[in-house]
């Protein structure tokens, strides 16, 4: 999907909620058990009942490949499932990989050619060319999107990602003292534009969007933490917010877990629309 | 596997070689693909020879991702039949994974409690509640580990794990410059000691193994980079090996395909012999 048709997806919906298809068996309803594919089974569940609330689904490998062969095949009937009845909406493997070329290469074969997926979740620590096969690869004339992490909504996104920098010694004429995250941001713009690349930042670093702001000020950024992990909406939109919203909300436990009951789809829609009408709000104020 | 466990497989075995399951279907022997299972064909035959001169195996997950469901079959099936022929063999799952705490203790879940592996590789970036997940799941009574990686062995590792820091503004007394990999290395140690962790540093970074020796004189290193990336393994040992050995050296590609003929199972013994008793030469010099 063309960043233009993100645009305009998030526009007729008046909606930027990325859906996370965190699917844990331990945590579904019990009635779903006896389905044959009790992982599909929800999941199936909880788009038809909040696809007209957002304009993304994020499913979490961890979750898929924790039940093996099972959960793989649970994991590519969702994306087919997706592809086939919701079309318009943008599918992120939440993967978070990223390894020597060869390797990454072969990753990203897996999500773009096989599962034609919009995007992949990377983790930059191993540099450029871990990074740039993810660019590279997928089916002639469809977009692909690497959404690098740079600043993450968990507690040990201090232990490494706020650390000041230098650049290394005769590397580059670039000595300016920034955090590390600053730094991915960045460095990674020489790999791609806008229209490839989006941003991990997490909804519960607050003003440190205004200053990524002025490092990326037309990229998507990728903003999970909202929800079960205590980040604002309202802060990360009033920070981070770009004149064509330039964010992609997730919301992953609060939704698809709002009731263990035989309800949880409509819970889940219910959610997602409270989400939803807030999204438009915030909306409003970049129009025109 | 306990470090006792593997420094007496080391010696036993006279080698430190790690063998890495990098399996691409596109480039296993061709009489193989008439097989029901042709990536499992193929590594049943390159374990059966090699593992009298390797002491672990490292598939990398990447490749079986590749191909889907029949991918993580291949996958499941390769490690229970190390498991059931080669019990004393270490295991990595080379998998380079780190998200936030309850999707990394999916991850941990599924390569230690429902495979039962030794160890599995675990990207750094968003630190200590990413990577603790590793470090306390697994089933009771057995030692499970976590390689950080520290300094990589691609081209790419010069982006982001050479860059000068500086400690965060008040998060703590060490205001040293080093570079990240090195904060890496120090960090991490609070998380766990050389009996749970190990480090991925590349063959192709030479001297550097003087400075990490300093920082971590005890911890084993997983070092990919020898064979098809040009690392040389005798300098790997001249600066990166202690008293026990301290080392598992990798090599994928130039071992698993050393021929694309039907001899590709011999082939791969032969350069598996041939590192092995450089190996023992090296093992030699420590020796009392």
Known sequence: MTKEELIKNIQRKQS?????????????????LKEED????????IIDATAPYCIAYKPNLAFYEAFGVKGIMAFEKTVRYLQQN???QFIIADAKRGDI?????????????????DAVTVAPYMGEDSVKPFLTEGKEGTTHWVILLALTSNKGSHDFQLLRTRDTEGQGPDTEVMPLYE???????EWADDTRMMYVVGATQGKAFEA?????PNHFLLVPGIGAQGGSLEEVCKYGMTKDCGLLVNSSRAIIY???????????????KKVQLQMAKELEKIRN
């Open 16 to 32: 930027f909620l990325c859906v996370g298809l965190d699917t844990d068996i331990k945590k579904i309803p019990g009635h779903l």
């Open 38 to 45: 009790p992982i599909f089974a929800f999941n199936k569940a």
């Open 86 to 88: 919701y079309p318009d």
């Open 101 to 117: 070329g060869n390797t990454s290469a072969m990753y990203a074969r897996t999500f773009f050619d096989e599962y034609n997926l």
């Open 183 to 189: 730094r991915v941001l960045r460095k990674s713009q």
């Open 212 to 216: 990524i702001r002025k490092i990326v």
């Open 258 to 272: 709002a009731s263990a009951g035989e309800d949880f789809a409509e819970a889940a829609a219910r959610e997602a």
